[in-house]
């Protein structure tokens, strides 16, 4: 049997603060964390399995801590979203993606037309939020659908392009 750790940035504090929970109620213990590197200090000796929930809300030590926990021979899963709610790569999500060894790209459901989603649209009173507006805003259901590119808007976005 694996020693499974489970870490996530401490900003994420949508469902419960030690706990990682999935948009269909699955729910995991969680040690949140302030930064990349307290990782390693709250790393447990017999850990072989470390999972790293939201990791585009982390800084970029990440990727740091990844490539040790990596070479210390631990398996290091990592989730996060690769772009943010204006389509663009989010936070150290491009870089883990390049140095992983393994990558599974999984996609949502479009809200809008059943298709596989691969943009996450951001709401703000039910309306999708400019491109100018804060990248993170943490929020579940209620601030955020998965879409396909033909149902992703961004407005604003035209004149950055």
Sequence with gaps: KQKVQVFKPDVDTRYAVERVTSHNGQAFEAVPVANAHTILNQLAPDTTVVAIDEAQFFDAGIEAVAEQLAHRGIRVIIAGLDVDFRGEPFGSMPALLCRADEVQ?????????????????????????????????IGASESYEARCRDHHAVPGREERV
Aim: hydrophobic share 35%; aromatic share 4%.
């Design 105 to 137: 790209k999984l996609h949502a459901i479009c809200m809008v037309c059943g298709e596989n989603a691969t943009r996450t649209q951001r709401l703000v009173n039910g309306q999708p939020a400019r491109y100018d507006d804060p990248i993170i805003v």
